[in-house]
């Protein structure tokens, strides 16, 4: 699997735009990028995951840069309720049924403030 | 719809028990995956079942084993408990499909003592 790196904590401002960086250099071609996060004393949470285009769904935008060496995940107007530790994973690419192990590193632990 | 539904929530064991942690996957998942979450650490992979077959495996000691029933849900076994198995341990089900996104259950919270 491709490593992910991650700042280990972000703040932002309650309804400010939160953009959490992670870098994956080593990225495969076939591998996706996905997002979760985990709120307190949950199970983390999927947010999102494209391959090389831009991806929006109703939680978040992923932004890949164009040799897919980083992304950005976005979460246009954050609110006190997205504080979490977020999880930048690159999927290795399983055969059949079997692609289900994600690596998690320590994430980024954002904290959104009033 | 429900979710990943894991019981018991919290568990109390003595070292060199045993303990079965329980999963019933979304309607409709057929695969189901067993993480365990040591406190301010990333989630860690233990087993994939899908369709009632072991598809991977991480690298835990053969004290912890799994399986996956007809009805798809699953079940994780750990013998001879340790200290060190204290943990969140997490269930995630998915379609099954290789970039299906992973749905995970709140956890069993274990402590041994």
């Known amino acids: 699997d491709a490593k992910t790196t991650q700042p280990p904590s972000m703040d932002c401002a309650e309804g400010r735009a939160a953009n959490l960086p992670c870098n994956h250099s080593?990225?495969?071609?076939?591998?996706?990028v996905y997002w979760y996060r985990q709120i307190h004393s949950q199970g983390p949470q999927y947010i999102i995951h494209?391959?090389?285009n831009n991806e929006t769904n109703e939680m978040a935008s992923l932004i890949i840069t164009e040799d897919r060496k980083s992304s950005t995940l976005i979460l246009p107007h954050a609110t006190l309720r997205d504080t979490a530790v977020y999880y930048c994973?690159?999927?290795?690419?399983?055969?059949?049924?079997?692609?289900?192990?994600?690596?998690f590193g320590g994430g980024t632990r954002l904290m959104v403030k009033p | 719809d429900a979710g990943v539904t894991q019981s018991p929530t919290h568990l109390i064991k003595t070292r060199g028990q045993h303990v079965t942690l329980r999963c019933s996957p979304i309607?409709?998942?057929?695969?189901v995956s067993w993480y365990q979450q040591v406190l301010g650490q990333g989630p860690q992979f233990i087993f994939q079942?899908?369709?009632?077959?072991?598809?991977g495996r991480g690298n835990f000691p053969d004290r912890f084993s799994a399986r996956q029933f007809p009805n798809y849900s699953s079940e994780l076994n750990v013998n001879a408990l340790l200290l060190g198995d204290s943990a969140l341990y997490l269930c995630?089900?998915?379609?099954?499909?290789?970039?299906?996104?992973?749905?995970f259950g709140n956890g069993t919270r274990l402590t041994v003592t």
């Open positions: 079942y899908y369709e009632k077959e072991e598809r």
């Open positions: 995630a089900s998915s379609l099954g499909g290789v970039y299906s996104p992973l749905h």
């Open positions: 494209g391959l090389k």
């Open positions: 994973i690159v999927r290795v690419a399983g055969q059949g049924n079997a692609g289900n192990m994600l690596t």
């Open positions: 080593t990225i495969s071609g076939n591998e996706y």
């Open positions: 309607s409709g998942h057929k695969s």
